[in-house]
């Protein structure tokens, strides 16, 4: 289960990822990056975590002491299938709206797409450098051009 579970949420972030970077920017493809995209990928994260959480599925951590304030208790969240689905359901979700913000926030600056395209890459491989890039680009730009938006 948590194989195809973990494919399948693969699958749709970069079917969504190829349309942003490589497709033009249509609103109907816009509301389906946010919505089957983002969305999707929301939706599948809230309802694998209630079902870890309300123990109808195998649970994460494989019965250790899994927890957010340590190394260990997050290790041990992550020492499942179902743990590292969970949590890599949360970053495509995540990562896949810092990237539809950054599209649409470079397109309303009137960055190019060739512009656009590495940082939107670097945002898929590595979501936190892709915005930090991003952030980092459009206030430098913002400050070039003497306004801020």
């Known amino acids: 289960?948590?194989?195809?579970?973990?494919?399948l949420g693969n699958g749709l972030a970069m079917v969504m990822w190829l349309c942003l970077i490589l497709l033009p920017r249509w609103p109907a493809l816009l509301a389906a990056v946010l919505y089957l995209g983002v969305g999707l990928?929301?939706?599948?994260?809230?309802?694998?975590?209630?079902?870890?959480?309300?123990?109808?599925?195998?649970?994460v951590g494989g019965g250790a002491s899994a927890d957010f304030s340590t190394i260990e208790g997050?290790?041990?969240i992550f020492a499942s299938d179902g743990g590292v689905?969970?949590?890599?359901?949360?970053?495509?979700?995540?990562?896949?709206?810092v990237g539809l913000w950054i599209a649409r926030d470079a397109d309303a600056k009137g960055f190019s797409?060739?512009?656009?395209?590495?940082?939107?890459?670097?945002t898929f491989l590595a979501g936190p450098l892709g915005l930090f890039l991003w952030l980092a680009i459009r206030e430098r730009s913002a400050r070039r051009l003497g306004r801020w938006q």
């Open 74 to 76: 997050v290790r041990a």
């Open 113 to 122: 797409r060739l512009v656009q395209a590495p940082i939107l890459l670097a």
């Open 1 to 7: 289960m948590w194989d195809t579970l973990f494919g």
């Open 85 to 97: 689905t969970i949590g890599w359901i949360h970053y495509l979700a995540f990562d896949l709206f």
């Open 41 to 59: 990928l929301c939706l599948t994260y809230a309802v694998l975590l209630v079902a870890v959480v309300g123990n109808m599925v195998d649970p």
